[in-house]
């Protein structure tokens, strides 16, 4: 049991946009923030009171980066599992605790741990090598995809499915890496749940998201969601379900598939902040990042309360060359990371539209 | 005649809560910011990429701060002359430029000018010893008010003078400093308009803000402000006249005093953005921090327009020890400064509300 006051150090793993986001909401409550990650200049590190730079295994420097702080959180969910423990040897604190970021970084055992929570997924196997491809696929039929067990992000790790013949094209590309193959949902729309759970107990949800992506990558966000009150209600329950269980501290996303017939399929658990709720800086009462704190510290949950409807566009590789466009729209509340290099595909920014509620 | 693009670096001279809100803002927008102050350990130095701790008349390091960024400015008014000239020497372009900062940090400097731009003062005249402030006092006739011309802030270097006998005492008060003798007066409000002009002479100006002082400290802000919109308008067009005078890019803020007959009397020129300002972070379109940050840029301005009726409130000294308080309330945003000593008046942070507008 912790309570951190203002002044006190938060431990930040990774040096991204995530990170940068979550510490300038930290710095905003008066917290000093201390990034731990492999990347020099890193986005997170230069609105950072202190950066150690060193590796995930470089166990001298993550004991005292855990002697540092009063509190260690991620921004990814790929730490490796003895990264969280050398964290954990040397007395930190970890939210959210290793076990989450344990499951949410092996695509089965998210899947396992979502079932046994009674939340619902694509139907699933793990696979070990082609030949065990070739066997569940003759099971499962295609369509399917075949994604990496771990260390899958933005699209990356995955191969669809559609014939028999497809499995050797598919398990070259994904690297002959220990893989699971997923049934194809047809879903109607993918919508994803922002919750955050306090220290004590205490739940609050962000109001469903309605996502686009575009080769696996998100691409827009907005808010409400076209949905029925009753899947809210599922998706919220379902987050809570995994909340509870996995006696979690912080912010947590699940992404599902929606349905046509209106049920939910959990697609993908994220023990942390995510994109999809970017558009809670601007349009609602306390931001995502600044909620993750909050529960991490130990202090009282904000309002989760959206203020507007809400509209968010990623600015996406080359796109951030278009600065000056989005600098100049009215409209736009443009949110740029500092990252040095344009790659197709890499997260650049984002821009947050707001309109009144309901109009 | 610059326009910086993201990822280049800002320079902002002073380390405090001003310089961190601006540096925060700037960070948003993509830009690295580079922190000058004589402070170790500054608020703003903690979420800053680069901090250069030197003094404000060490020409090399102001060489050097000048050479890694692509602007400087300032988060207070009272730079030396010689340090905003050593920058410019070096190449820096200085927004605001050397003539406003010297304009606002002599009281009697700043009235000559306010009333050379056609903005009412109250009457004062220059006091240079006691001999003169008792010739001066005669003419003027208490009540009135010492200050000195230099360095006062936050009610600091100022003595009220009721009666001609209390000359001696006032002069001792703001310790025998070259001072001005300003008139009392009896003003119903006071208020402050904020306004932003851009490197191409767009103007756009914030709501008139209401502002409540207690021994020279303001304590709250409201906005919208209780005053009839022709006030606003003269307040506007004050600010207005004053930044094209100036030539200024920017944010600045006259705080006036506004009299029974509704007409507005100049108390204060602020060349940068303001205590009365943080509002603008929750309650309006673009943040007062975003919004000197587009200006110095080269960017264009973003739009002032308010979105909510709100009250900010200033956290004082030992009122910052009841963070918790603040934590919980679900109205209050809460803003922490990072600072590490509380000393009694200091500005340790701000809680801003909300209302939906006209509610």
Redesign the interface.
Known sequence: MIAL???DRIGILGGGQLG?ML??AA???????HVYTDEADSPA?????RTTLAAYDDHAALGAFARDVGVVTSEFENVPAETAEALVAAGAVVRPNPRALAIAQDRVEEKRFLNSADVATAPFSAIADLQDLKGKLDLMKPPAILKTRRLGYDGQGQARITKLTDAEAAWEKIGQAPGILEGYCPFEREVSIIAARGEFGAIVFYDLCENDHTGGILTRTRVPAQAAPAVTAAAQEAARRVMVELGYVGVLTIEFFLMKDGTLVANELAPRVHNSGHWTIDGA?TSQFEQHV?AICG??L??ADRLFDAEMINILGDE?HA?ARF??D?GA??????K?DTRAGRKM?HVTRLKPRGS
Do not use: I, T
């Open positions: 006051k203002p002044g940068r510490a300038m710095a905003r409550l008066g917290f000093d923030v590190s230069r609105v950072a009171a009462v909050r202090w009282p904000g309002p951030a600065w600098a100049a009215p509340r443009l949110h740029l990371y500092g040095r920014g």
